[in-house]
């Protein structure tokens, strides 16, 4: 991957779809800009949903389950308390991510750490119909541990995946890439992508040029999802504000999907026994019985 090269792609990767992440509520209080999982684009296969949350408190995301499929939570600013019925406890910060596979079954909650204003992106990856009952598990990255790399005024943070020579070390059970892009003004950047994946750009601040430079450019707060190719170019045509943008990337799974609100399973029959497992604290969920966050 070269940051100056936009010749090394045979198929360009162009935008399809551009979409305004309008504000919504969520959990208790909370204002998300809902990315994924909006009428305009529903999905995106394997990812379910993508929201840009702000809270303060008293709000937040009390307890609340999840099946059958993954959160990525990527803190922006401020930082989040979350618990489990497992005891897992944690906070992370600004910089921070972390990686929940909720598998068979989690009960968590999700808080703002402190007072403030406490931003972020959290992700849903499907999971396959094989690995949807596996045990839930975590993967915590602090931020001066996630690999970043430079080069011609492009900093990259790998948060999944691969670029500029580096890699993550997250273990993603649905191949993902999950890259986290600083343009300085009038800089760009060429990145390879699996050409089997679907691929989407979610602008954080400033504005960017996506698959030609010559197009307009996208500001803040869009979806941009981009077609088939192997690679995308991004350009930063401001002379002087910074381009942000998370660069997001999966192999699809192509299996139907079942949704019933934090419940992700392939058929309604399997939906229905996840139900009926959450209200009889059965399969996955034998921990929620005596388990409330404090």
Known sequence: MSATDPTCFNQPRLVTKKVLAKHQREGDGAVVRRCIGRSELKSLDPFLMMDDFTVSPPAGFPDHPHRGFET????????????????????IHAGDVQWMTAG??????????????????????????????????????????????????????????????????????????????????????????PESWNAFAYIVEGEGVFGYQNRTPIPANHVVVLG????????????????????????PLNEPVVQYGPFVMNTQAEIDQTIEDYHYSQNGFEMAKHWGSH
Do not use: C
């Not at 939570?73 to 019925?85: A, E, N, S």
């Not at 999944?160 to 950047?189: H, K, N, W």
């Not at 002379?239 to 192999?251: E, M, N, T, W």
């Open 228 to 251: 088939p190719g192997d690679g995308v170019s991004v350009w930063n045509k401001s002379s002087s504000k910074a381009l942000r943008f998370v660069l997001i990337a999966g192999q």
């Open 72 to 91: 990525v939570t990527y803190m922006l600013q401020g930082g989040i308390t979350h618990q489990d019925f497992a005891g897992h406890k944690g906070t």
């Open 104 to 193: 068979r079954g989690i009960i968590h909650s999700e808080m703002p750490a402190g007072e403030g204003v406490h931003k972020g992106l959290q992700l849903w990856i499907n999971l396959s119909s094989h690995e949807k009952m596996i045990e839930p598990r975590y993967q915590e990255l602090l931020s001066e541990d996630i690999p970043s790399a430079e080069q011609d005024g492009v900093e990259v943070r790998v948060i999944a995946g691969e670029s500029m020579g580096i890699r993550s070390p997250v273990y993603t059970r649905t191949p993902t890439m999950y890259l986290d892009f600083s343009l300085r003004p009038r800089s760009q950047v060429h990145q390879h992508i």
